[in-house]
């Protein structure tokens, strides 16, 4: 088999396995959408506890290079989704509404289609009026992050480059509201 074959085996293998969490975290989401559920990096731990958020350089849908450092200084929220995804659909326009809404006062929202390609992408991020930034990434950035066990996974960051916190599965625009205030605070 050629290393070639293999790797595209290894993309499929982890598509598969992106969709079936994605899923199960769509059926084991919470209706009440509270953030029980929310892997919060920083629970009890002071700011400097965070984490620092693995820097990328992905292509965006007219194939220039956006790092993730090129933000620094701003709050920053990074959602992997992909167009296929029900739960991903319907956090989209929390994140177009968060990003008309405190865009100019420090917030870049940043999109990453895992597994896709921009011929796909484009028309979706077309068709759902999505302003803010669009990537498309790979099991690469996905394995950097820690794994995307399912999607849509968002992780809040703050200005200094550290995860805040990281949502599996669908949360409201209030959650990610509280979440990007309490940053830009500080």
């Avoid at 085996?9 to 509270?34: K, Y």
């Avoid at 220039?64 to 739960?87: E, H, M």
């Avoid at 950035?141 to 949502?167: H, L, W």
Wanted: charged share 25%.
């Amino acid at each position: 088999m050629s290393k070639k074959t293999r790797g595209y085996i290894a993309q499929a293998m982890a598509l598969i396995l992106i969709a079936a969490g994605a899923t199960i975290a769509w059926m084991n989401v919470d209706p009440s959408n509270g953030d029980d559920s929310a892997s919060s990096l920083s629970s009890g731990a002071t700011m400097d506890a965070r984490p620092v958020a693995p820097d990328f350089a992905l292509p965006d849908l007219k194939n220039n290079t956006v790092k993730l450092s090129a933000y620094d200084g701003q709050v920053r929220i990074v959602d992997f989704w992909a167009t296929w995804c029900p739960p991903c659909r319907k956090e989209i326009p929390h994140f177009q509404a968060l990003h008309e809404k405190y865009g100019d006062q420090g917030l870049k929202v940043i999109g990453v289609a895992l597994g896709e390609e921009a011929s796909v992408v484009q028309p979706f991020v077309d068709r759902m009026k999505m302003t803010y930034t669009s990537l498309l990434g790979d099991t690469q950035v996905a394995q950097q992050f820690g794994g995307i066990e399912a999607i849509p996974t968002t992780f809040v960051i703050d200005k200094k480059g550290r995860v805040y916190k990281k949502y599996i599965g669908y949360r409201d625009y209030e959650t990610f509201e509280r979440d990007v205030l309490a940053l830009m605070a500080e």
